[in-house]
């Protein structure tokens, strides 16, 4: 069985200051993982992926997460907060075993940029 | 990028009324897709996952007669609801898997919201 956890149902940042938005996962094999957006009344947009290799990803938009596989953590992150970056954020894990492909998801933490 | 389109983005119908969902794959070959039913606030529910050429595989407690899946081609998926009643009012994604490429994102449309009254 696969899952994750987002423990903030919500994260509020001063415009200007680093972000952070907490992802962790449990899967019984090695996990691939990824980050989504979604704005108010659309689908999720593709962030960045860990796969292998770097623990450190690079995505869209300036975002980045961190893969820790010892805390089983996959943080999303960015220097600097912008007030468009409001929205809602989900973490997601497939096992690497998963033969279906099926994508579990956390439950979204939506993210508030003050300016 | 690989895009998917979802139509129509919005349905308002009568109760007992059945809906019909369209996901494309528009710029690559789509084994497999999944629709998922988010409600307000909430995450992503997979409702069911979509193979082309078979019968779609439901998550626990979705009612299969109820919520149609067609999977005809490699880039068209539909779902239809069927009879709907007001509390299947929801917002309903797709998304679609590039197929060959495990470990590569899903691909997600822009959602259908239905309001059934």
């Not at chain 2, 005809?72 to 590039?98: G, K, M, R």
Request: positive net charge; aromatic residues 12%.
């Amino acid at each position: 069985a696969q899952s994750v956890a987002q423990p903030e149902d919500q994260v509020n940042v001063a415009e200007g200051n680093p972000l952070t938005v907490k992802c962790t996962y449990s899967v019984s094999g090695n996990p691939y993982l990824f980050w989504y957006v979604q704005y108010p009344n659309r689908g999720l947009q593709f962030l960045l992926k860990y796969i292998t290799g770097d623990n450190l990803v690079k995505g869209s938009y300036g975002f980045e997460a961190e893969f820790n596989k010892s805390q089983t953590s996959f943080h999303l992150k960015k220097p600097s907060a912008l007030v468009s970056d409001s929205a809602l954020y989900f973490c997601a894990v497939r096992d690497r075993n998963n033969a279906g492909n099926m994508l579990t998801f956390g439950g979204g933490t939506r993210l508030m940029v003050n300016p | 990028g690989a895009v998917v389109s979802q139509h129509p983005s919005r349905v308002i119908c009568k109760s007992g009324t059945s809906v019909k969902i369209e996901c494309r794959s528009l710029d690559f070959q789509a084994t497999t897709m999944f629709w998922y039913r988010q409600f307000p606030k909430q995450s992503l529910m997979l409702m069911a996952t979509s193979n082309e050429g078979s019968k779609a595989t439901y998550e626990q407690g979705v009612e299969k007669d109820k919520f149609l899946i067609n999977h005809a081609s490699l880039t068209l998926s539909t779902l239809t609801v069927t009879s709907a009643h007001p509390e299947d009012s929801s917002f309903y994604i797709c998304s679609a898997q590039d197929r060959g490429y495990r470990n590569q994102p899903q691909h997600f449309g822009d959602g259908t919201r239905l309001s059934i009254l």
